[in-house]
């Protein structure tokens, strides 16, 4: 019974109190540049959508990203077109586009609201069983949902990220041995969605964590519990093959450093005229790098690869290159083009003198 009566509880919740909150939610026009709670619910929308919103970056802070979704989101539901040079709404959340975005939040709150309905109808009427000290036996119902990220573990942090359905204060309980012994807040103001670092971990250690999310109502949900560590995800990247030089001349000179790894990871490569380097061009994550190197002065260049993933790099040998010098090829060039117009002015005057 007391099953029950929670479930229609939630129903009266969501039915009342979330419709009012998509109302407060998106009250302004959103534009780049701009934070706050209604930019973290624009993103959970969008990113319900991989083709509109492929990224998924869902921070609170209006981005290019979140405006080239939100472009796309206005083109598939027929508010506005992108028209080069014309300033017509696109990319922006204007009147028009927030009662779209009203729309989708009470989409949720009616599949939300069809899911207890279901709940209800599929519950058994439930006998109050009493203990000696007549304490009621009863289910532990998290009012709404909180999940927990973590990622980009390092050597001895991890980020974590909570995400909850309602805006919320946000904090995580975390610690060793299935304890959860320690408290994070991870935003005091009520928010969907913030992440921050968890520091002063050690490695070879189990860590519990688990979220809590308060509501601006005081109501408090929990996520699951999850463990994680430093070691098993975060092993340094490996040098599969290379690294490679190779020197171009089409026509200026510029040099592709070419090497392998068996993970995925942030490369650099580190280069100059001394072996302390003082120069850095940077590529992207991937296992199979390819950084070019521009503007190289003929002579001895230094330089070394970098790989950054999960808080650990991994970095070849120092070693160096010779740019050579192009002015002998550019001379032969001009050269031979003296030589063969030398030649053909030979030939002409021979033939003249013929004729003559």
């Known amino acids: 019974m007391r099953k029950l009566l929670g479930l229609l509880f939630l129903l009266f919740f969501f039915v009342f109190f979330k419709t009012a909150d998509a109302e407060e939610i998106f009250y302004r026009t959103l ?20 083709m509109i919103y492929p990224e998924g970056i869902i921070s609170g802070y209006f981005g290019e990203a979140t405006e080239r979704a939100l472009g796309r989101f206005q083109e598939k539901e027929g508010i506005v077109s992108k028209i080069i040079g014309e300033d017509n ?8 586009t927030r009662e779209v975005l009203k729309k989708y ?20 009427v ?11 036996i ?27 359905e309602r805006i919320a204060k946000l904090e995580v309980e975390y610690g060793e041995d ?16 913030l992440g921050d670092y968890l520091d002063n971990l050690e490695i070879d250690k189990v860590y519990t964590i688990r979220a809590k999310a308060t509501d601006k109502n005081g109501i408090i949900s929990y996520s699951k519990e999850k463990t994680f560590s430093l070691t098993s995800e975060n092993d340094p990247a490996v040098i599969t093959y290379g690294p490679v030089v190779i020197i171009r001349n089409l026509p200026d000179v510029f040099v592709e450093v070419i ?4 993970l995925e990871c942030e490369d650099a490569v580190y280069y100059g005229k001394t072996p302390f380097y003082g120069k850095i061009a940077t590529g992207k994550k991937e296992a199979n790098h390819r950084i ?54 030979e030939v002409f005057s021979f033939i003249f003198n013929i004729l003559k």
Do not use: H
């Not at 090497?259 to 068996?262: G, H, I, K, L, S």
């Open 31 to 50: 534009k780049k540049g701009m934070t706050g709670n209604d930019v973290l619910a624009l993103q959970e929308i969008l990113a319900k959508d991989q």
């Open 89 to 96: 709404g696109y990319g922006t959340a204007g009147p028009r």
């Open 105 to 124: 939040l009470s989409i949720e709150t009616k599949e939300e609201e069809i899911t207890i309905k279901e709940e209800i109808s599929a519950s058994p």
């Open 126 to 136: 439930l006998v109050e069983e009493e203990t000696e000290q007549n304490e009621v």
């Open 138 to 164: 009863e289910e532990e119902i998290n009012p709404f949902l909180v999940e927990v990220l973590v990622t980009n573990k390092g050597e001895y942090r991890a980020y974590i990220e909570v995400r909850s």
């Open 178 to 193: 299935g304890n959860l012994d320690k408290i994070k807040l991870i935003s005091k103001d009520l928010m969907f969605s």
């Open 259 to 262: 090497w392998e790894t068996n």
């Open 292 to 345: 070019i190197l521009t503007g190289l002065e003929p002579g001895v260049w230094y330089y070394k690869t970098s790989c950054f993933v999960g808080g650990r790099v991994t970095e070849s040998d120092n070693a160096s290159f010779i740019v050579p010098e192009t002015s002998s090829l550019k001379n032969t060039e001009n050269n031979f083009s003296a030589s063969a117009f030398y030649t053909i002015f």
